[in-house]
Protein backbone atom coordinates (compact mmCIF):
# COMPACT_ATOMS: atom_id res chain seq x y z
CA UNK A 1 0.00 0.00 0.00
CA UNK A 2 2.82 2.41 0.61
CA UNK A 3 4.59 1.73 -2.48
CA UNK A 4 1.11 2.72 -4.33
CA UNK A 5 0.51 5.79 -1.98
CA UNK A 6 4.43 6.90 -3.33
CA UNK A 7 3.80 6.21 -6.89
CA UNK A 8 0.81 8.45 -6.79
CA UNK A 9 2.50 10.66 -4.58
CA UNK A 10 5.55 10.92 -7.88
CA UNK A 11 2.92 10.99 -10.35
CA UNK A 12 1.11 14.42 -9.39
CA UNK A 13 4.67 15.94 -8.61
CA UNK A 14 5.14 15.59 -12.05
CA UNK A 15 1.92 17.54 -12.70
CA UNK A 16 3.54 20.03 -10.09
CA UNK A 17 6.68 20.41 -11.70
CA UNK A 18 5.00 20.69 -15.22
CA UNK A 19 2.80 23.53 -13.21
CA UNK A 20 5.23 25.09 -11.91
CA UNK A 21 7.64 25.47 -15.39
CA UNK A 22 4.09 27.08 -17.01
CA UNK A 23 4.08 29.20 -13.84
CA UNK A 24 7.45 30.65 -14.30
CA UNK A 25 7.31 30.63 -18.30
CA UNK A 26 3.74 33.24 -17.59
CA UNK A 27 5.48 35.39 -15.58
CA UNK A 28 8.77 35.39 -16.71
CA UNK A 29 9.80 35.16 -20.54
CA UNK A 30 6.21 35.05 -22.21
CA UNK A 31 5.24 38.73 -20.99
CA UNK A 32 8.55 39.87 -21.99
CA UNK A 33 8.24 38.69 -24.93
CA UNK A 34 4.68 40.72 -25.64
CA UNK A 35 6.43 43.70 -24.45
CA UNK A 36 9.42 43.37 -26.80
CA UNK A 37 7.20 42.65 -29.43
CA UNK A 38 5.06 45.39 -29.07
CA UNK A 39 7.71 47.77 -28.74
CA UNK A 40 9.40 46.28 -31.76
CA UNK A 41 6.24 46.81 -33.77
CA UNK A 42 5.34 50.66 -32.22
CA UNK A 43 9.43 51.48 -33.22
CA UNK A 44 8.82 50.03 -36.40
CA UNK A 45 5.49 52.17 -36.99
CA UNK A 46 7.76 55.38 -35.52
CA UNK A 47 10.33 54.79 -37.56
CA UNK A 48 8.38 53.96 -40.84
CA UNK A 49 7.80 50.86 -42.50
CA UNK A 50 9.20 51.55 -45.77
CA UNK A 51 12.41 52.87 -43.95
CA UNK A 52 12.69 49.38 -42.45
CA UNK A 53 12.04 47.58 -45.50
CA UNK A 54 14.26 50.18 -47.03
CA UNK A 55 17.22 48.47 -44.68
CA UNK A 56 15.88 44.82 -45.43
CA UNK A 57 15.83 46.01 -49.12
CA UNK A 58 19.56 47.47 -49.07
CA UNK A 59 20.92 44.29 -47.42
CA UNK A 60 19.33 42.22 -49.66
CA UNK A 61 21.06 43.12 -52.57
CA UNK A 62 22.77 40.60 -54.36
CA UNK A 63 26.51 40.36 -54.17
CA UNK A 64 30.00 39.75 -51.35
CA UNK A 65 29.71 43.66 -50.41
CA UNK A 66 25.97 43.36 -49.04
CA UNK A 67 27.28 40.13 -46.98
CA UNK A 68 28.68 42.10 -44.00
CA UNK A 69 25.75 43.96 -43.71
CA UNK A 70 23.15 41.13 -43.73
CA UNK A 71 25.40 38.34 -41.34
CA UNK A 72 27.11 41.02 -39.06
CA UNK A 73 25.71 44.23 -38.61
CA UNK A 74 21.99 43.18 -38.73
CA UNK A 75 22.35 40.31 -36.29
CA UNK A 76 25.11 41.97 -33.80
CA UNK A 77 21.70 44.96 -33.93
CA UNK A 78 18.95 42.78 -33.73
CA UNK A 79 20.91 40.22 -30.84
CA UNK A 80 22.07 43.65 -28.77
CA UNK A 81 18.87 45.82 -28.90
CA UNK A 82 15.75 42.49 -29.07
CA UNK A 83 17.85 40.45 -27.42
CA UNK A 84 17.02 36.60 -27.47
CA UNK A 85 14.44 35.35 -29.24
CA UNK A 86 12.90 38.60 -30.43
CA UNK A 87 16.46 39.11 -32.76
CA UNK A 88 15.27 37.00 -34.48
CA UNK A 89 12.33 38.82 -35.94
CA UNK A 90 14.52 41.35 -37.62
CA UNK A 91 15.07 39.01 -40.52
CA UNK A 92 11.51 39.20 -41.69
CA UNK A 93 12.62 42.48 -43.69
CA UNK A 94 15.24 40.69 -45.33
CA UNK A 95 14.27 38.53 -49.13
CA UNK A 96 13.32 35.04 -48.57
CA UNK A 97 16.36 33.43 -49.48
CA UNK A 98 18.24 34.72 -47.02
CA UNK A 99 16.10 34.05 -44.13
CA UNK A 100 17.36 31.27 -43.59
CA UNK A 101 20.90 32.36 -43.40
CA UNK A 102 20.21 35.64 -41.57
CA UNK A 103 18.36 33.54 -38.40
CA UNK A 104 21.70 30.92 -38.79
CA UNK A 105 24.08 34.08 -38.25
CA UNK A 106 21.52 35.47 -35.53
CA UNK A 107 20.98 32.18 -33.32
CA UNK A 108 24.99 31.89 -33.34
CA UNK A 109 25.50 35.54 -31.95
CA UNK A 110 23.31 34.98 -28.71
CA UNK A 111 26.29 33.91 -26.81
CA UNK A 112 29.53 35.15 -27.41
CA UNK A 113 28.77 38.88 -26.38
CA UNK A 114 27.10 37.48 -22.91
CA UNK A 115 30.52 37.86 -21.49
CA UNK A 116 30.43 42.16 -21.60
CA UNK A 117 26.65 42.44 -22.48
CA UNK A 118 24.85 40.11 -20.20
CA UNK A 119 21.39 41.65 -21.43
CA UNK A 120 21.33 39.81 -24.62
CA UNK A 121 20.46 36.47 -23.41
CA UNK A 122 19.87 36.04 -19.64
CA UNK A 123 18.25 33.17 -19.75
CA UNK A 124 21.68 31.16 -20.74
CA UNK A 125 23.89 33.35 -18.30
CA UNK A 126 24.82 30.96 -16.22
CA UNK A 127 27.15 29.09 -19.16
CA UNK A 128 29.13 31.99 -19.17
CA UNK A 129 29.04 32.74 -14.97
CA UNK A 130 30.34 29.08 -14.62
CA UNK A 131 33.47 29.63 -17.22
CA UNK A 132 33.67 32.83 -16.27
CA UNK A 133 34.23 31.37 -12.37
CA UNK A 134 36.66 28.99 -13.47
CA UNK A 135 38.75 31.11 -15.35
CA UNK A 136 38.49 33.73 -12.66
CA UNK A 137 39.70 31.54 -10.02
CA UNK A 138 42.30 30.13 -11.91
CA UNK A 139 43.74 33.51 -14.14
CA UNK A 140 42.35 36.80 -12.22
CA UNK A 141 40.21 39.50 -13.21
CA UNK A 142 42.69 40.66 -16.26
CA UNK A 143 41.81 36.66 -18.08
CA UNK A 144 38.50 36.84 -17.69
CA UNK A 145 38.06 40.20 -19.35
CA UNK A 146 40.27 39.47 -22.37
CA UNK A 147 38.34 36.12 -23.08
CA UNK A 148 34.89 37.67 -23.15
CA UNK A 149 36.57 40.06 -25.73
CA UNK A 150 38.04 37.18 -27.25
CA UNK A 151 34.80 35.44 -27.00
CA UNK A 152 33.64 38.04 -29.22
CA UNK A 153 35.46 38.60 -32.12
CA UNK A 154 35.79 34.97 -32.26
CA UNK A 155 31.38 35.17 -32.28
CA UNK A 156 31.26 37.50 -34.95
CA UNK A 157 33.81 35.79 -37.19
CA UNK A 158 31.94 32.78 -36.86
CA UNK A 159 28.21 34.34 -37.75
CA UNK A 160 30.27 35.60 -40.76
CA UNK A 161 30.53 32.66 -41.76
CA UNK A 162 28.01 30.58 -40.65
CA UNK A 163 25.66 33.34 -42.50
CA UNK A 164 27.71 32.95 -46.24
CA UNK A 165 28.03 28.99 -45.80
CA UNK A 166 24.09 28.80 -45.20
CA UNK A 167 23.49 31.20 -48.33
CA UNK A 168 25.37 29.01 -50.61
CA UNK A 169 23.77 25.72 -49.12
CA UNK A 170 19.77 26.97 -49.70
CA UNK A 171 20.93 27.93 -52.82
CA UNK A 172 22.05 25.24 -53.86
CA UNK A 173 19.07 23.27 -51.84
CA UNK A 174 16.62 26.11 -53.29
CA UNK A 175 17.75 25.24 -57.14
CA UNK A 176 16.82 21.10 -56.65
CA UNK A 177 13.74 21.69 -55.79
CA UNK A 178 11.26 20.84 -57.89
CA UNK A 179 9.69 23.44 -59.88
CA UNK A 180 6.13 24.32 -59.62
CA UNK A 181 3.51 25.24 -62.00
Partial sequence: MEALAQAAQWFIGLFQAGAATFTGLVTGIIPLVIVLMTAFNALIALVGPERIDKLGEVAGREGWAYMP???????????????????????????EKYKPAFYDAAVSFVHPPLGIFPHVNPGELFVWLG???????????AELASLAVRYLIVGLIVIFIRGVVTEQITRVMWSQRPKTA
Fill in 69 to 95: LRYLVLPVVAVFFLTNPMAYTMGRFLP
Fill in 131 to 141: IAQGVQSRHGD
